[in-house]
């Protein structure tokens, strides 16, 4: 296998080393991190799902929804430890909640950044290293896992499984064992999302056909013991009942669905919402990644260029364009069921741009298509000659002639033709002018997307932080705040038709910082507090239904919020609290983009001086996010003297942190003296 990679890193003229496993953690890693501090929480299942569960678990409060209540049991609180656990490695750093929040970020974006660069050492072997290196500056540069890769959801947890997966299968028995794969590939399902068995299904014909049945069937059944058997003890614990959740997850989605009941109901999308989401967040590489399903139609030019079975490729890569295509066919789609086959797009680009590319420059009619200035580096053809015998003269034929003359044969097949060493030089060197050339568009257009998504939408979470570590524990640290006199007192922030994108309750520093929601244009079904441990878990709420039908007991009366968080844009039907100047002040604020009424191109990606122009245009439209406070309930005297005995004391703190470091270094540099 290593000759093979070899010979293929040879034909390619690859001039440099192909990048060790750390190298590529530790790019990938980089990325992840910027990306878990920057990017906003864009689903609010995200949210009221998994974080509030977590910091209900955590900290003994938070929301729940209709799927955690013991009626349906469709979430598993298995998955859910497994993230508490991350947030336990935060307390031995003093960080606050907002820092726990975090904290688990940032290790679910290494987590992905290793499962991505073992994958990508399995392409190296596989492959070739020219792949596992698009590969690479595909997945760093990937606006689409940007987003994704740090994102609390079992569709993520499933992609690192399935990335796993893919690395141990393509990786082969001599490197890994199979066993190992089958655990991946079985993992994502059980402890993630049952729907992702259907991306395991070639991979487990593969290691049918080359183990046999009864081995990989045992090796399934052991993983699901070793699985199943502890989530569904922890479930039993806080549910008091046995509940298995992957199968009523698959029994909600697929069996009531028939009876008006399942996932419809929360919206359906065209057959095309896909091939848009793909275009968006990988740009040109998006159509390069279904390029290998031609690859049976080339034949042997796949092999010549890659030295791998066009069908084998497509094996691999199976997963991909199976969940693609289960996934359009579904009537409800949300952009996080693709998360599952996103690593594996770059991988299928990569090898699809590489046969591309080399297929194309090696037509016959490509050098008449090339421009003037480059067709006159063609010279005559240089026929390939043996070399002279040593010592011969000058004019001596290249070879000795044969002593008995033979017969000439025809040839059964025409001679090839001359070799044109100049135009293959230039054809080579186009090739990998074209390779940089696409992997440098899709660098530009993905950062491009990661700057307009974080320009356009990433307000919320800033203000929420800068909200969360200044404006409350400054209002928790004064004693006198108009009608709240005690420490022990609510603070109530409330928030209307911007509900879904609250970061979580991690961002309200004290326990009795609450959110509560104000009615508005939405008529679904909102979540509600958690009851309080350790019977909170399995008493079942009232007010729950899994019809998506409103419940009127989730909303408060607007007099009764202490700040408002509200997203002000003209068109809106909700009142325009931020022009009630009389009740409502603004405490922090911020551009949003008003999507509904801006241009889709100008919005979709971001450019230094054409989208200040769009702007001027009215191409971009934007409204306010602000946090609000209540002027009646916190005057501005006393809330203005708040932020400033806070502000004083948080300086005080700074000074004296600072003079203890000029102490501790002072006394450093005296023992290192003393010690000469």
């Known amino acids: 296998m290593r000759m093979e990679k070899e010979k293929r890193d040879k034909l390619l003229g690859l001039p440099f080393r192909h990048p060790s496993f750390n190298t590529r953690l530790f790019i990938l890693s980089a990325v992840r991190l910027i990306a878990s501090l920057v990017s906003f929480i864009g689903d609010c299942d995200e949210t009221f799902n ?25 979430r598993s609180y298995f998955y859910l430890l497994l993230h508490v656990g991350l947030g336990k490695i935060a307390y031995y750093v003093p960080v606050s909640k907002m820092g726990i929040f975090f904290v688990i970020r940032g290790l679910l974006g290494v987590i992905s950044a290793s499962c991505e660069a073992a994958m990508l050492s399995a392409v190296d072997a596989c492959f070739g290293t020219l792949p596992s290196i698009l590969s690479l500056a595909f997945l760093a ?20 499984c399935l990335t796993m997966g893919f690395a141990t299968w393509l990786a082969g028995p001599r490197r890994c064992p199979q066993w190992l794969t089958v655990f991946f590939f079985a993992t994502g399902p059980i402890l993630g999302w049952p729907f992702a068995a259907l991306c395991a299904l070639p991979a487990a014909l593969h290691i049918i056909a080359t183990c046999g049945f009864w081995r990989p069937l045992k090796w399934a059944i052991l993983t699901c013991v070793v699985l199943l058997v502890p989530s569904l003890i922890v ?20 069996l009531q669905a028939q009876e008006g009941i399942g996932p419809e109901i929360f919206g359906v999308e065209p057959w095309y919402f896909y091939i848009l989401n793909l275009i968006v967040n990988f740009n040109v590489v998006a159509p390069l990644a279904f390029f290998p399903l031609l690859f049976p139609l080339m034949g042997d030019r796949v092999r010549q260029y890659l030295r791998v079975s066009p069908w084998m490729i497509l094996l691999r890569l199976s997963p991909l364009y199976i969940w693609f ?37 090696q037509r016959p009619s490509f050098a008449f298509k090339l421009p003037a200035w480059v067709k006159k580096w063609t010279t005559r053809n240089v026929t390939q000659r043996r070399p002279r015998p040593k010592g011969a ?66 307000a919320p979470l800033p203000l929420w932080a800068k909200f969360s570590t200044e404006t409350l524990p400054a209002m928790r640290a004064s004693l006198v705040r108009g009608p709240i006199k005690e420490d022990t007192d609510e603070l109530r922030v409330c928030t209307g038709k911007e509900w879904y994108r609250f970061p979580s309750s991690f961002f309200l520093p004290h326990e009795n910082d609450t959110l509560a929601f104000l009615q508005s244009g939405f008529t679904g079904l909102l979540p509600k507090p958690f009851a309080p441990l350790p019977n909170g878990s399995f008493e079942i709420p009232t007010g729950m239904n899994n ?41 922090d604020s911020r551009p949003f983009l ?83």
């Not at 006394?667 to 003296?673: L, N, Q, V």
Request: proline fraction near 8%.
């Open 594 to 676: 008003d999507a509904p009424h801006s241009a889709r191109l100008p919005r979709a990606f971001w450019a230094p001086s054409l989208s200040a122009r769009f702007q001027q245009q009215g191409k971009l439209q934007f409204g306010t996010y602000a946090i609000l406070r209540n002027r009646q309930r916190i005057p501005d005297r006393l809330f203005q003297r708040a932020v400033k005995t806070y502000t004083a004391h948080r300086l005080d703190r700074v000074e004296q942190e600072k003079t203890f470091h000029r102490l501790f270094n002072a006394i450093k540099e005296w023992s290192r003296g003393a010690g000469k």
């Open 325 to 361: 295509f289960f996934m359009s066919a579904m009537p409800h789609k949300e952009e996080r069921f693709l998360y599952v086959i996103y690593p594996l797009v770059p991988v299928a680009a990569s090898l699809g741009s590489i046969v591309l590319v080399s297929f194309l420059m």
């Open 141 to 160: 540069t990937s606006a689409g896992l940007f987003q994704c890769a740090h994102t609390y959801l079992p569709s993520t947890f499933a992609m690192y």
């Open 235 to 254: 479930d039993h614990y806080y549910y008091h009942k046995w509940i298995c959740a992957p199968w009523n997850i698959a029994s909600y989605n697929v």
């Open 50 to 74: 998994y974080w509030e569960p977590t910091h209900y678990l955590m900290h003994g409060k938070g929301f729940q929804t209709w799927e955690y209540s013991p009626e349906y049991g469709l």
């Open 547 to 587: 019809r998506n039908m409103q419940e009127m007991d989730r909303y408060v009366d607007v007099s009764t919020c202490d700040f408002l968080v509200d997203f002000d844009f003209p068109t809106q039907l909700e009142p325009h609290y931020l022009a009630d100047k009389a009740t409502w002040s603004i405490v």
């Open 393 to 458: 003269p000058k004019g001596a034929p290249t070879s000795s002639p044969p002593l008995v003359s033979t017969p000439k044969r025809r040839p059964s097949k025409p001679a090839p033709p001359p070799l044109d060493i100049k135009r293959a030089r230039r054809c080579a060197m186009l090739a990998s002018i074209t390779l940089v050339s696409i992997v440098a568009l899709s660098c530009l257009l993905g950062v491009s997307r990661v700057a307009a998504v974080t320009l356009h939408y990433g």
